[in-house]
Every structure is written in structure tokens, then in C-alpha cells.
């Protein structure tokens, strides 16, 4: 089974400051790594993925994350937040198949004006 | 494209009555949805899989008479609460995958804020 461990539960940053928040993941099998934003009340959006080929991946809104399988992590950056960056972000993996994805617990990010 | 459209966003209703809960793929044909539930301020839970023509696959712990899912058709996952009680005030997602997307593309509905009362 797949288990994701999301270390911060909140982040509070300055508004234009970096930001990084930290995915760990466990799985005996390969894996496919995601994150999602939620805003209040609402569903999931799709910020970036990790399936194969280049450990970097760059997503939507300026954010970017790093695949290292050797610390089996798959942390979210962000070189200077916005006040609309403000929601929960969920690190997220799945294995091949129609399988489901397997969540974090989620890191409330708060960006400070 | 693949949209996923999930109705009520919001429902009300008393304890001891049923509400049902649709998710619809509008512009792909979904053979699989799975359906979430997410507890404030935390992370969403998997509750079963529903795949179309045939029964549901629930996770440990999901009472399968009291969370009955249908998939009728390739574009409608159906989610009933019965008998629902205050526990059961939750928010409550899909997800679907066009068949041909590959390894990624899940799309979520905006979810159903479902409250007991």
C-alpha cells in the first residue's frame, strides 16, 4: 500500500517570499506523484505531476516540484507566493492502473499581506 | 476538457432522510469514479470505487447499505446516503479519469457539502 506524509500542516508566509511545502511518500511499488490546491468549498484543481522523464516538473500558477527517489520525496515550490496562493495543498500518489490516488493530510498555506 | 460535474454543491436535510449525490463526466466516458469524503481540515478519505455495470468496490470501513453507489451509465456515478445522521455531515467529492488519459487526468467534481441536522 501507498501512504503520503505532508510534514507541515500549516505554512504562513509573507506575500513575494518562497515557500516549499514538504511531500514524503512510502510505496514498496513505482508510483505517480501529484499535488492539488483546494480552495474553500470547493473541489480539486491539478497543479503539476510527476509520471516519468525529468525529475523537475513545473505546474500551473508558478509553482514547481522536484522527484528524488532516493529521499522519496516530492516537495512543492514556489519562488514568491501571491495572496491568492492562500488554500490547501494535498500531495497525492497513485501506481499504475485505474487505481485511486492516495492523499496527504494536507498543508494549510496562508500568505500574510 | 474533462469536466466532471457533481450536484448538489450544497444540501440540507434531517436526520433519518436519504440524499443522492451526482457525478457526471460531461465530455468523456468514465468506467471508473471514485468517491471521496473529507472531514474539515482534513484530507480526503477514499470511500469506494464505482465502476460502471457492476458493484462498487468499498474501502474498509465504509458501510456499503448506508453509502450505496450506482454507476449506470458512462457518464453518472451516483452516491445515496440513507437514513443519514449528524456523523454523516461531511464534504464529499468525485473523481473520474477519461479512459484514454493515461497515466494522469483525474478530474474532481467541486464537491457536496452535505449537513445533517
Known amino acids: 500500500a501507498q501512504s503520503v506524509t505532508q510534514l507541515d500542516s500549516q505554512v504562513p508566509v509573507f506575500e513575494e517570499a518562497p515557500v516549499e511545502l514538504r511531500c514524503n511518500y512510502s510505496?514498496?511499488?513505482?508510483?505517480?506523484l501529484f499535488w492539488y490546491v483546494q480552495y474553500p468549498n470547493q473541489g480539486l484543481q491539478l497543479l503539476l505531476k510527476y509520471l516519468s522523464g525529468s525529475t523537475l516538473v513545473k505546474g500551473i500558477n508558478g509553482f514547481e516540484a522536484e522527484f528524488n527517489k532516493s529521499q522519496t520525496s516530492f516537495h512543492l515550490r514556489k519562488p514568491s507566493v501571491h495572496i491568492s496562493d492562500t488554500a490547501e495543498y494535498f500531495c497525492a500518489v497513485r501506481t499504475s492502473g485505474n487505481t485511486p490516488l492516495v492523499f496527504g493530510k494536507g498543508t494549510r498555506l496562508s500568505v500574510i499581506a | 476538457g474533462a469536466v466532471v460535474s457533481q450536484h448538489p454543491s450544497r444540501v440540507i436535510c434531517k436526520s433519518g432522510t436519504s440524499v443522492k449525490i451526482e457525478c457526471r463526466s460531461l465530455d468523456f466516458q468514465a468506467t471508473t469514479m471514485f468517491w471521496y469524503r473529507q472531514f474539515p481540515k482534513q484530507s480526503l478519505m477514499l470511500m469506494a470505487t464505482s465502476n460502471e455495470g457492476s458493484k462498487a468496490t468499498y474501502e474498509q470501513g465504509v458501510e456499503k447499505d448506508k453509502f450505496l453507489i450506482n454507476h449506470a451509465s458512462l457518464t453518472l456515478s451516483t452516491l445515496t446516503v440513507t437514513s443519514a445522521h449528524p456523523e454523516d455531515s461531511s464534504f464529499y467529492i468525485c473523481s473520474a479519469r477519461p479512459h484514454d488519459r493515461g497515466l494522469g487526468g483525474y478530474t474532481f467534481g467541486s464537491g457536496t457539502r452535505l449537513t445533517v441536522v
Open positions: 510505496s514498496s511499488v513505482s508510483v505517480y
